[in-house]
């Protein structure tokens, strides 16, 4: 079984820096391309940012800029990094991985973390 943990949500004011922690765990796993996605209330889920293996990288437009993803292929984490934080960053974020198991391959989602931009 995959696992993949959250960490690191909470209330933040506005401007203010949050970093986000994802720790997968699968016994004979290998993790692809990982990623963030977030809902908001009423709204449709959005990919925020995504990084393969090799630490290719894409974002949102929305928070390109601000958010910085990055992966530790040792201890199979990725993180998020978010600067600047605007009152439409407040979601909750999902992390999401590729992972394989021989030829086996699975989409993977952790339970989520509540972010909040407020003053």
């Known amino acids: 079984q995959v696992q993949l943990v959250e960490s690191g949500g909470g209330l933040v004011q506005p401007g203010g820096s949050l970093r986000l922690s994802c720790a997968a765990s699968g016994s004979g796993f290998s993790f692809n391309d990982m990623g963030w996605n977030r809902q908001a209330p009423g709204k449709q889920r959005e990919l925020v940012a995504s990084?393969?293996?090799?630490?290719?990288?894409n974002y949102a437009d929305s928070v390109k800029g601000r958010f910085t993803i990055s992966r530790d292929n040792v201890k199979n984490t990725v993180y998020l990094q978010m600067n600047s934080l605007k009152p439409e960053d407040t979601a909750v974020y999902y992390c999401?991985?590729?992972?394989?198991?021989?030829?086996?391959?699975?989409?993977?989602w952790g339970q989520g973390t509540q972010v909040t931009v407020s003053s």
């Open positions: 999401n991985a590729k992972a394989s198991r021989g030829y086996v391959r699975y989409d993977s």
């Open positions: 990084i393969t293996r090799g630490s290719s990288t």
